[in-house]
């Protein structure tokens, strides 16, 4: 524990020079919504999101890296905006990353007898590990979609992942 609190106390200074300066300079950012996938069950389909965000700079040579957010929620609660993970993936550009961050299947939907969606309903949806595998399904349409200009505006080097 104490470990992970020193890692985040060196990364907040960046971050927030990150976030300070692509304020003030007026960064620009090339940002659209993607659905990744759709996953079909016995309740109906669920199409999965995923929001992308460029640098508004040339690309290098090997593309830029790819950066995928996973909000928080113990992938029970909140939206990938909940987090301030919008403004995180406007960091990442400024500092020449692609950000991209997703919509999961959240193990808290629930189901009725009648197998409508239903807050109390007895059946969990989306039992664990669903959301790991959306994550994974995440990465695959990263790399599958690598050279479509129309999620990925400039190369990126789909070999340089990070998940975060």
Not at 11 to 30: E, R
Not at 53 to 67: E, K, Q
Not at 122 to 132: E, S, V
Request: positive net charge.
């Amino acid at each position: 524990m104490r470990l992970r609190q020193i890692h985040q106390r060196k990364l907040l200074g960046p971050v927030l020079t990150l976030l300070v300066a692509a304020t003030l300079f007026g960064c620009n950012f090339k940002g659209a919504r993607f659905t990744y996938t759709t996953v079909v069950d016995d309740f109906g389909s669920q199409a999965l999101g995923a929001d992308v965000v460029t640098p508004d700079t040339a690309a290098p040579a090997d593309g830029f890296p790819v950066v995928l957010l996973i909000h928080g929620g113990g992938w029970n609660s909140k939206t990938l905006y909940d987090d301030g993970i919008s403004t995180t993936i406007e960091t990442l550009a400024a500092a020449g990353y692609v950000g991209v961050t997703i919509d999961y299947r959240l193990a808290i939907e629930r189901v009725n007898e009648n197998n409508l969606i239903d807050p109390k309903g007895a059946t969990t949806r989306n039992q664990w590990p669903a959301q790991i595998q959306d994550a994974k399904c995440a990465v695959r349409w990263i790399r599958a979609k690598a050279n479509d200009t129309t999620i990925f505006p400039k190369k990126i080097n789909s070999s340089k992942i990070g998940v975060m």
